[in-house]
């Protein structure tokens, strides 16, 4: 059974640091790309960041330079750093995993299978 949990999330000022993590669980991490996503209130779920097995990380243009993905292999743990947190970074922050070698070309969250619960990222001037 696959399962993604978050957490990590939490209140900061602007120019702040968070990191989440995901636990995830279900298949091996070279079978599975996995990725980061955020959601605002009355939005669609967008893309921050996904990765693939072995292959470099992709970022949305709003975050690049200021969040990095990263996954450790060993105990099949997704994390986010993210840095100099700017008040539009608040939404909440969902892991996702497709069950895929490659990321599909213009990825979206409408490719991605399975999801975790959530956790709340709140940035304040």
């Known amino acids: 059974q696959v399962q993604l949990v978050e957490s990590g999330g939490d209140s900061v000022q602007v120019g702040g640091s968070l990191r989440l993590s995901c636990a995830v669980s279900g298949f091996a991490g070279t079978s599975a790309c996995v990725g980061w996503f955020r959601q605002f209130p009355g939005k669609g779920r967008e893309g921050v960041a996904a990765i693939a097995p072995y292959r470099f990380p992709t970022y949305a243009d709003s975050v690049k330079g200021r969040f990095t993905i990263s996954r450790n292999e060993a105990t099949g743990t997704l994390y986010l750093q993210m840095n100099n947190l700017k008040p539009e970074d608040t939404a909440m922050y969902y892991c996702?995993?497709?069950?895929?070698?490659?990321?599909?070309?213009?990825?979206?969250?409408?490719?991605?299978?399975?999801w975790g619960q959530g956790t709340q990222v709140t940035v304040s001037s």
């Open positions: 996702g995993a497709l069950r895929r070698p490659l990321l599909p070309v213009g990825w979206s969250a409408a490719d991605f299978e399975y």
